[in-house]
């Protein structure tokens, strides 16, 4: 399992897009407000931990009393791995048909005053157009180029985003300091936005599995290899690092050659492919980082045979050109004598 220490500040906040159809998406609670708070505890005066907005879903994991408002004192516990878990009134939140119901009162861009707040026209005009793109997607092409979308909008959006974050860093926002984009969930709905570089840094980026689960609607089943490969790559912890990897530290960490995620990863790459072409580069690059793990990492997490039987692996079913392959064998002779090759082995040892 991958890990971080609590220096390197890793801060995820995404909602599922509440206009994306389909029974499952008509059953989640939903938020009926804006700038509602998640507070630390069900109670008024709790510090607040961050602000959801109308159109927002969440998942609640339990309901408890706490202060009354408006003569009502139910609460409930937020649920997700990436928000923070917290509380919310129940006097802003819709659930079962009442949701369904409010759902469909929502214009499609819900939150079209509070976006031209924070962006540009041109910038809100940008958006808009992504989400209509998510939506509209019918195809695994479709979907695909969505995704190509998402990291220009991404770039577009990253000043924005960034500022928001210096500010907070400064000291100079109101309390409590957030970033209160939660509601831009509600236009690039497989998004999250990450803190990292030890707490200087925002961005937008993307999360797979929410891709991925798009891809089960759409035809075709490119965006479906895809996306499945780039949920291998990232892993569920920490989208901004290598699943590959367990971070010790902001910068760095030991190598998880051996427990089969390279193996994983490297085969997925083929699939996608043998499947079509769009999505190359992106595909290219992490197959590019896995070997690079494998033949350049100075510190690896499992012992010398765990390692050399994934390598092992690789060479037997992975399509390989003939460099790769000879790094490959080369490798397997250096973790047979790791001192003499500068390589630490079996971290896990002394974790």
Request: net charge neutral; proline share 4%; with cysteine.
């Amino acid at each position: 399992m991958k890990y971080a220490i609590l220096s390197s500040l890793f801060v995820a906040i995404s909602c599922v897009s509440l206009l994306q159809a389909g029974p499952a998406a008509a059953e989640k609670p939903v938020i009926t407000g804006d700038y509602v708070r998640i507070r630390m505890n069900p109670s008024l005066k709790a510090p607040t931990l961050d602000y959801l907005f109308k159109g927002n879903e969440i998942e609640i994991s339990q309901k408890v009393n706490g202060d009354s408002y408006q003569g009502n004192a139910v609460w409930v516990k937020i649920r997700s791995d990436r928000t923070r878990e917290g509380y919310v009134h129940s006097a802003f939140v819709a659930e079962g048909k009442e949701a369904a119901k409010f759902r469909r009162s929502l214009p499609d861009s819900v939150n079209k005053d509070i976006l031209a707040k924070d962006f540009s026209p041109t910038q809100v005009a940008a958006i808009e157009k992504y989400r209509r793109s998510y939506f509209a997607a019918k195809t695994d092409q479709e979907l695909s180029q969505v995704y190509l979308q998402t990291k220009k909008l991404a770039e577009m959006l990253g000043p924005v985003i960034q500022k928001k974050h210096d500010l907070n860093n400064s000291g100079n926002c109101s309390e409590p300091c957030s970033l209160k984009l939660n509601y831009l969930f509600n236009y690039v709905p497989a998004g999250i936005i990450l803190i990292g570089g030890e707490g200087t840094v925002a961005s937008l980026q993307v999360v797979p599995d929410i891709f991925y689960r798009r891809a089960q609607s759409t035809k075709g089943n490119y965006d479906d290899l895809f996306f499945a490969l780039l949920g291998a790559y990232y892993g569920k912890d920490d989208p901004l690092w290598p699943a590959f990897l367990v971070r010790t530290w902001d910068y760095g960490g030991n190598s998880l050659l051996g427990q089969g995620i390279h193996l994983d990863i490297l085969k997925k790459s083929d699939a996608v492919l043998d499947a079509g072409s769009l999505l190359n580069e992106e595909v290219e690059q992490m197959r590019n980082w896995t070997l690079k793990d494998i033949e350049s990492s100075e510190s690896y997490y499992e012992d010398k045979n765990t390692i050399i039987q994934e390598i092992q692996k690789i060479l037997s079913s992975i399509k390989l050109n003939d460099q790769q392959r000879s790094m490959l064998q080369k490798r397997i002779i250096q973790f047979q004598s790791p001192e003499a090759n500068d390589i630490v082995l079996n971290q896990k040892a002394g974790q």
